[in-house]
């Protein structure tokens, strides 16, 4: 029986009556209570990856030490690596621990961790977007680690599963998500595989992404690609050519016999995006950086920002700026994560002395913001209202509790002056004002541009390589820097790039649409 013991919603229970719960439980003969934390209501977040690993585990504990029922305890949420599961088990927190999510990224979590290979588990990094954000819009839930999750028959990964002539020799351009899932995938399955990348690491965008605050988990993404892309590489199904800029005139080379026993048969370009450059007067004052040169180049920001762009990347941005101090350059990983910070700055009373585990709001002690930012977008409507359907709210929660962020919507950018300070109308008509940001630097996150200059250039030249070379992840579609979109698309080409009807230009595949979401489309209809 799951018994709620931290609703973190007014009202809530006390810890006395959920004693008195617990205990009336095990009478009725209950053999296991399951802890529950938080209403669907409540404003804390409970399980986005935001959370820190086994950060509600205290809950269970407490109710473990008051020793008034002798059933075993279940402790549960963001709890999804063999190691937090030691941890709490060892320090007594729990009896037991329950894990959902992990088992979509990798139904093998338990497999792996008995044998000793933590290391190969596909770790669920807690985004929602594909189980939890399908499940509330009809959708078939899936995972973004893990696309087989739930479409297990559509997507059938077996290794050397190809006969000898089908086998090819595949050119993979970029190690970004798409690109991994797409070599990791072909590989295993019998093809061998060459991945080029210019950086010297794999993970794309994903090395941005894990050093934004409550991201850490990207680490575990990089981290089990990385290991499985190497035993591939071992058994002689992979090569990796990182820190090697591939171009056009390469591609026709190789692809024209040379090296003869590495002949490339087919081209996988997947080399994501660009950020888009607004077109604003004044925009090559050196105030200005893109959010490459923030989070991937580390360059020094100052203390008052103007951030343009509030689509995902302008919210880690801010979240990031918000939060990173420069003199502490270290990226956390999601064992590093302070649990008790981050309980302090959503105001839960870990001490359980008051109703449902709220503080009040005199009575909580958020981390100081290293920054002041305004925040932007050109249209109207809320800032972030395309973000995750289950995660959103904590992103604009967090930017607006830290009272540093200056959210405006219906913004023109006129114009950086000579100081680098933004110009910029609010609004339209007689209602629009105008102001001037003084600011420090300013952030430019106005969305992406698909890099798809060698899937162009194979076109423009009219020759063999027209029909050989494959776009997919950012290159194929820009969009929100879909990561979710990009590993389903990589992994289910992989396994059809062997087939003569698999052309480019009808190489994406996607997901069936489910009994699910075909009923769901017909509920919102009727109710429209």
């Known amino acids: ?125 807690a985004c929602n977007q594909a189980c939890l954000d399908h499940a509330f819009i009809g959708k078939t839930a899936s995972c973004l680690v893990n696309p087989r999750a739930c479409h297990e028959t559509e997507i059938m990964i077996e290794p050397d599963s190809i006969s000898s002539d089908e086998k090819l020799n595949i050119g993979v351009v970029g190690s970004g998500p798409a690109g991994m899932a797409f070599a990791h995938t ?16 794999i993970g794309g965008q994903f090395n941005m992404a894990k050093r934004v605050p409550g991201k850490e988990e990207f680490h575990e993404t990089i981290r089990y690609f990385t290991v499985q892309l190497e035993k591939l590489r071992k058994e002689g199904k992979l090569d990796m050519q990182l820190g090697t800029e591939m171009s056009y005139s390469e591609m026709e080379r190789r692809s024209g016999g040379y090296p003869v026993d590495g002949k490339i048969d087919k081209w996988i370009i997947a080399t994501g995006v660009d950020p888009r450059v607004p077109d604003i ?16 180049s580390k360059a020094k920001v100052g203390h008052k920002v103007a951030v343009i762009g509030a689509g995902g990347i302008g919210f880690d941005v801010s979240e990031y700026l918000l939060h990173h101090d420069d003199a502490d350059d270290h990226d956390k990983k999601a064992d590093e994560v302070d649990v008790d910070e981050f309980l302090e700055n959503w105001g839960v009373d870990k001490n359980k002395s008051v109703r449902a585990g709220l503080l009040p ?21 809320k800032l972030g209202a395309g973000l995750g359907k289950t995660t959103g709210w904590i992103h604009r929660s967090t930017l607006l509790r830290s009272k540093q962020v200056e959210m405006i919507a219906e913004v023109s950018y006129d114009k950086i002056d000579a100081n680098g300070h933004l110009h910029i109308t609010i609004g339209k008509g007689d209602k629009k004002s105008t102001r001037v940001l003084e600011v420090d630097n300013i952030v430019l996150c106005a969305g992406q541009i698909s890099k798809r200059d060698l899937e162009e250039a194979a076109v423009e030249s009219g020759g063999d390589l027209t029909t050989k070379v494959f776009t ?22 992989a396994l059809r790039i062997k087939d003569d009807d698999v052309v480019p230009g009808k190489h994406a595949f996607q997901a069936d649409i489910g009994a699910e979401e075909k009923l769901y489309d017909t509920m919102m209809k009727l109710m429209r």
């Open 1 to 125: 029986f799951r018994l709620s013991m931290l609703d973190l919603v007014k009202d809530g229970s006390s810890w006395e009556e959920i004693k008195v719960l617990a205990q009336a439980m095990e009478d009725a003969g209950v053999t296991i209570i399951n802890t529950g934390i938080g209403w669907h209501e409540a404003r804390i977040p409970t399980i986005a990856t935001s959370v820190p690993r086994g950060a509600f585990s205290f809950v269970t504990k407490k109710l473990r030490d008051e020793k008034i029922v002798s059933v075993p305890l279940c402790a549960t949420n963001r709890i999804n690596a063999p190691s937090t599961v030691e941890s709490i088990l060892a320090n007594g927190s729990a009896d037991l621990i329950s894990m959902a999510r992990p088992f979509l990224a990798d139904p093998e979590i338990i497999k792996k961790s008995r044998e000793g290979r933590d290391q190969e588990i596909n770790t669920c990094i």
């Open 186 to 201: 072909a590989a295993t399955i019998g093809h061998h595989v060459t991945l080029f990348d210019k950086s010297d690491e």
């Open 281 to 296: 007067p004044g925009l090559d004052h050196p105030n200005v950086l893109s959010y490459i040169d923030v989070l991937r």
């Open 361 to 381: 709001e005199e009575d909580i002690q958020m981390t100081k913001p290293h920054r002041e930012i305004v925040l932007m977008q050109r249209k109207k409507g």
């Open 472 to 493: 997919i992840g950012g290159a194929y579609e820009a969009g929100e820097l879909d990561a979710k979109r990009a590993i389903d698309m990589g992994t289910r080409l």
